[in-house]
T-cell receptor, first 115, second 114 residues
Framework: AQTVTQSQPEMSVQEAETVTLSCTYD???????LFWYKQPPSRQMILVIR??????QNATENRFSVNFQKAAKSFSLKISDSQLGDAAMYFC????????????FGKGTLLTVNP | SAVISQKPSRDICQRGTSLTIQCQVD?????MFWYRQQPGQSLTLIAT?????????ESGFVIDKFPISRPNLTFSTLTVSNMSPEDSSIYLC???????????FGEGSRLTVL
């Protein structure tokens, strides 16, 4: 079974600084997707960024980028120029590329942004 | 994207009662997913609901405790039956409209059982 591990229960960053959230996963499959989801205090989960395992290039979305190390099964999220609105719980998630397969979530990292 | 509405947004219930949570999507989707998020915890998939067939439950979740209906392609309900304080959680409805695992979530239903 696939597992997703986020080793940092909490992180904090100063506004405008950069922070990296860690995620490792365990799988025997070669084709899969990885995600970072954000859950602000209002509770609604939203997708931050997605990475296809077959792509070597790291995904980026504006201030958000990932460092995907397939051999090491590592998938970290870097947030640049942190903003107060980035404060949230961040979940790393894994999904097999097999059709209709479920997402497995990590336990989350609570990010605090200090003004 | 998808807009997902859940009702109720929160409720306080007595032990032994049941509560039905509704999930409405603004577009037709084949599969809907129900997740549970216990206090301070991650999301755990309860079941996958397909229109026109029985829901598929994950290990540790049973239909008698969490019956699900899926009458059409835009709507689903999850019932939490015979509730106990351990059922106090946020219950989230989600859909995958791109079939790549990108889930869109409702705002969740925060359930407190006394």
């Amino acid at each position: 079974a696939q597992t997703v591990t986020q080793s940092q229960p909490e992180m904090s960053v100063q506004e405008a600084e950069t922070v990296t959230l860690s995620c490792t996963y365990d799988t025997s499959e070669s084709d899969y997707y990885l995600f970072w989801y954000k859950q602000p205090p209002s509770r609604q989960m939203i997708l931050v960024i997605r990475q296809e395992a077959y792509k070597q290039q790291n995904a980026t979305e504006n201030r958000f980028s990932v460092n995907f190390q397939k051999a090491a099964k590592s998938f970290s999220l870097k947030i640049s120029d942190s903003q107060l609105g980035d404060a949230a719980m961040y979940f790393c998630a894994y999904r097999s590329a097999r059709v209709n397969y479920k997402l497995t979530f990590g336990k989350g990292t609570l990010l605090t942004v200090n003004p | 994207s998808a807009v997902i509405s859940q009702k109720p947004s929160r409720d306080i219930c007595q032990r032994g009662t049941s509560l039905t949570i509704q999930c409405q999507v603004d577009s037709q989707v084949t599969m809907m997913f129900w997740y549970r998020q216990q206090p301070g915890q991650s999301l755990t998939l309860i079941a996958t609901a397909n229109q026109g067939s029985e829901a598929t439950y994950e290990s540790g979740f049973v239909i008698d405790k969490f019956p699900i209906s899926r009458p059409n392609l835009t709507f689903s309900t999850l019932t939490v039956s015979n509730m106990s304080p351990e059922d106090s959680s946020i219950y989230l409805c989600s859909v995958d409209i791109t079939h790549t695992g990108e889930l869109f979530f409702g705002e969740g239903s925060r359930l407190t059982v006394l």
